[in-house]
T-cell receptor, first 111, second 114 residues
């Protein structure tokens, strides 16, 4: 099993603050995805990054894939209570059909 | 609207019972997956299937089996439920291809084994 380590595990911040969540591995991934899961629901895909060094933006969320394709980060600007949820990174290896998920970051944004 | 539907949101079963968790997808996806989700451990893959009657072990297959008799349906079976199988179970599906295709998840089944 190729592990994906996420940090921090828990994050509680005030509305309007910025934050960064990290996803790290010792192995190379062919692509990396970020999902958000709300209570009582399954995870929903936010973004897929494929190229080393790639940066994608989704409104206030910025995703970056490391140059060596071993790590990724998610940065949220001016967090809002609606951003509250469990953020999961997931990596794919080569031609494998399955994803390896990280341990998750539970984000709480307080109004 | 694409959908992955799991048969139950909550289940309570007794130790030793045989438990069936059902998952149906309406997107004609080839790949289907069963994960369990525990606090601090993320999602761990139990089994997956890329075609009817095909199955592959994931990272934690012990104590579980699966069945895929039709493309749209993937069942997870706990042969003899134990308390350490108390968990949230998530089913997912995706198009044929490598892992960078989007996985669509069901709403989860929270199983408690007493």
């Amino acid at each position: 099993t190729q592990l994906l380590e996420q940090s921090p595990q828990f994050l509680s911040i005030q509305e309007g603050e910025n934050l960064t969540v990290y996803c790290n591995s010792s192995s190379v991934f062919s692509s990396l995805q970020w999902y958000r899961q709300e209570p009582g629901e399954g995870p929903v895909l936010l973004v897929t990054v494929v190229t080393g060094g790639e940066v994608k933006k989704l409104k206030r969320l910025t995703f970056q894939f490391g140059d060596a394709r071993k790590d990724s980060s998610l940065h949220i600007t001016a967090a809002q209570p609606g951003d509250t949820g469990l953020y999961l990174c997931a990596g794919a290896h080569g031609s494998a059909r399955q994803l390896t998920f990280g341990s998750g970051t539970q984000l709480t944004v307080l109004p | 609207d694409v959908k992955v539907t799991q048969s139950s949101r909550y289940l309570v079963k007794r130790t030793g019972e045989k438990v069936f968790l059902e998952c149906v997808q309406d997107m004609d996806h080839e790949n289907m997956f069963w994960y369990r989700q525990d606090p601090g451990l993320g999602l761990r893959l139990i089994y997956f299937s890329y075609d009817v009657k095909m199955k592959e072990k994931g990272d934690i297959p012990e104590g579980y089996s699966v069945s895929r008799e039709k493309k749209e349906r993937f069942s997870l079976i706990l042969e003899s439920a134990s308390t350490n199988q108390t968990s949230m179970y998530l089913c997912a599906s995706s198009f044929m291809g490598v892992g960078n295709t989007e996985a669509f998840f069901g709403q989860g089944t929270r199983l408690t084994v007493v």
